[in-house]
C-alpha cells in the first residue's frame, strides 16, 4: 500500500496514544508487563505523556495509509545532544505488521538524523524480545549493552547505529 509519513502536531496527541497503547499491547500480554509492574511501558500511554514529550522537542511521525490518510503507525525521534538521538515509541497497529511500516519509519528517523548531522541512533528494547533484536540489527543496529534497572521486571539490551 502507499503511505506517507509526516511529523505529527499536539493536534495528533489522540491518535498517537491510540496507535502505541494498541501497539505495544502484544508486548505487554507476552512479558506479563503491568500498570502496577511497568507504569511507564507504552501499553499504558497517556496522553499527557505524548504532549509533554512534544514540548521538550521530541519529533513525532505518523505513518498513514495514503488514499485513506488512516493512520497506521508512529515513532519518535529524540535529539540528546549533537551527536546522538533516540529513536522512540516505534509503533505498527498489529493488523498492519508485515507490511515493512515499521521498517519505513525507522528509516525516516534514519533519515532525519542524518539530515540533522546525528552520528548515532540509539534504542532500547527488552532483552528477552529476540525476535526485535534480530529485526533491528537486520536494520544495521548493533548491541551495545545490557542492563538491569531495579523498577524494571526485565532486562534491557541498548542498541546503537552509527550513520557515519
Known sequence: MIFKI???????????????????????KKFNLTSENTPKHPSNCKIEWIFSALEKGIHYYLLEIEKKNIPIGCCALEIVNSNIGYLERLAVLPSFRKNGYGT??????INRAKKINIKRIE?????????????YENLGFS???KVVFDHLPFEVIFMILDLN
Not at 534504542?123 to 529485526?135: N, P, Q, S, Y
Request: aromatic share 6%.
Open 123 to 135: 534504542i532500547g528494547i527488552i532483552a528477552e524480545d529476540v525476535k526485535l533484536r534480530k529485526w
Open 6 to 28: 509526516k511529523e505529527a502536531t499536539f493536534n495528533d496527541v489522540n491518535i498517537l496514544n491510540e496507535i502505541i497503547k494498541n501497539s505495544f499491547l502484544n508486548v505487554a
Open 143 to 145: 548491541i551495545k549493552s
Open 104 to 109: 519505513a519509519l525507522v528509516k525516516h528517523i
